[in-house]
T-cell receptor, first 111, second 110 residues
Framework: KQEVTQIPAALSVPEGENLVLNCSFT??????LQWFRQDPGKGLTSLLL?????REQTSGRLNASLDKSSGRSTLYIAASQPGDSATYLC??????????FGKGTRLHILP | NAGVTQTPKFQVLKTGQSMTLQCAQD?????MSWYRQDPGMGLRLIHY???????DQGEVPNGYNVSRSTTEDFPLRLLSAAPSQTSVYFC?????????FGSGTRLTVV
């Protein structure tokens, strides 16, 4: 059974710092992995999708990497801003199509 | 460009009542799914569908039914609401370029 873990559960960093969020999964047989952000009381916004054949994806200040063999993905946020404060979730689509989410990392950027 | 539309946005039910949460997409995606989100539990998969006429259970299917008669619609039915079903429900449609989520339905069962 696929399990997805995100560490840390919460993180506070000063504005301007670069930071890394972690996502690990137990079964490396996946189609893809996706990162989302969720603002309080809101829905999920897709950030980056990495297909199983890819190693990384970039969008603006965000870079997501995927290492299937070790069951790990990281989301790198450069030059953090207060507007980046949100909960970040990763989701894994395994071969049985039962897409599983991690519980998220709650990020707070201190002005 | 509606994407995924969920209705209603808010609902209060009495224990034992039934209701249907609606989900519709206009992106022609084959894969659709329902999640519930609870504090400390994250998003948990209730049911999913890989195409019209095909549905399957996720992690927490008990107390919920789904059907997929068209590509566009994927309703979630609560058969006999219980307080444990108080949650925020999200519907998603998934295509080659990733997921699109609806804005959610906040359900309270009293």
């Amino acid at each position: 059974k696929q399990e997805v873990t995100q560490i840390p559960a919460a993180l506070s960093v000063p504005e301007g710092e670069n930071l890394v969020l972690n996502c690990s999964f137990t079964d490396s047989a996946i189609y893809n992995l996706q990162w989302f952000r969720q603002d309080p009381g809101k829905g999920l916004t897709s950030l980056l999708l990495i297909q199983s054949s890819q190693r990384e994806q970039t969008s603006g200040r965000l870079n997501a990497s995927l290492d299937k063999s070790s069951g790990r993905s990281t989301l790198y946020i450069a030059a953090s801003q207060p507007g980046d404060s949100a909960t970040y979730l990763c989701a894994v689509r395994p071969r049985d199509d039962k897409i599983i989410f991690g519980k998220g990392t709650r990020l707070h950027i201190l002005p | 460009n509606a994407g995924v539309t969920q209705t209603p946005k808010f609902q209060v039910l009495k224990t034992g009542q039934s209701m249907t949460l609606q989900c519709a997409q206009d992106m022609n995606h084959e894969y659709m799914s329902w999640y519930r989100q609870d504090p400390g539990m994250g998003l948990r998969l209730i049911h999913y569908s890989v195409g019209a006429g095909i549905t399957d259970q996720g992690e927490v299917p008990n107390g919920y039914n789904v059907s997929r008669s068209t590509t566009e619609d994927f309703p979630l039915r609560l058969l006999s609401a219980a307080p444990s079903q108080t949650s925020v429900y999200f519907c998603a449609a998934i295509g080659v370029y990733g997921y699109t989520f609806g804005s959610g339905t906040r359900l309270t069962v009293v």
